[in-house]
């Protein structure tokens, strides 16, 4: 009985030998277990990659960039937004286009203003400054952003100077006496430029043109 089990532990031994070095993979077929060179090979696949001469390289540049401009020809493609300082710069980038073949399109945006308490230096300060506003019954936000005005109580926002200073106004009427208002952005153009159908020359042109003037370059135009 002993001598048997000895035989089955020397049995087992060299078949589970077997297993880990593959010599019943004809058999059993590929164990799970693959070493990790069988598994870099199959990831790698180095047949896929090709590596292209120079020449083979700019032909695959000038096809990419030959569709394109197809993809853009009589499509409506706009660039920007752009502000009063930077649309001079992407109009001269455009200055080969035709003429007559683009066009500036410009907005006015508001401003956008707060009626602003603080900054205060401490967070108790704050707290104090909150408690006299419920007294008064004024409304009021903490303000977090920009980091210049953290720390410090909102009483509206607006997008006119003349309705903030309303607003400062009718809070002086109630009671407050330190409120002032703050300009977050002022009044401001914001301006695109437009090509409303691209002929098949001048999509080539806006697919060659620099895109850091251009805010990133021309793009399909987006809905207003």
């Known amino acids: ?33 693959e070493r990790e060179p069988e598994r870099v090979a199959r990831q790698v696949q180095p047949d896929s990659v090709k590596l292209l001469p120079p020449e ?23 660039a920007g937004p752009f502000s009063d300082a930077d649309v001079g710069a992407a109009e001269l980038a455009v200055a080969e286009l035709p003429t007559g073949s683009w066009h500036r399109i410009s907005v006015d ?28 019954k004024v409304g009021f936000e903490e303000v977090k952003a920009p980091p210049e005005l953290d720390n410090g109580l909102s009483l509206g926002h ?12 009718v809070a002086a009427s109630r009671g ?10 002022p009044p401001r153009a914001q301006h695109r430029l437009r090509v409303e159908r691209a002929t098949a020359a001048v999509a080539a042109q806006l697919v060659a043109l620099p895109p850091t003037a251009l805010a990133g370059g021309f793009e399909a135009c987006k809905p207003r």
């Open 176 to 185: 407050v006496r330190s409120a002032r208002v703050v300009v977050l952005a």
């Open 1 to 33: 009985m002993l001598r048997t089990l000895v035989l089955l532990l020397l049995l087992a031994n060299a078949l589970f030998f077997a297993w880990t070095e593959h010599w019943l993979d004809p058999l059993l077929g590929p164990s799970h277990r």
């Open 158 to 169: 607006f997008h006119t100077r003349e309705e903030a200073d309303a607003a400062l106004a």
């Open 109 to 136: 945006l508001p401003g956008s203003y707060l009626v602003y308490m603080g900054r205060y230096p401490t967070r108790e300060a704050l707290q104090k400054k909150t408690e006299e506003l419920r007294r008064l």
């Open 56 to 78: 083979a390289a700019s032909a695959a540049l000038a096809e990419a960039a030959s569709a394109a401009a197809q993809a853009a020809q009589g499509a409506c493609m706009e």
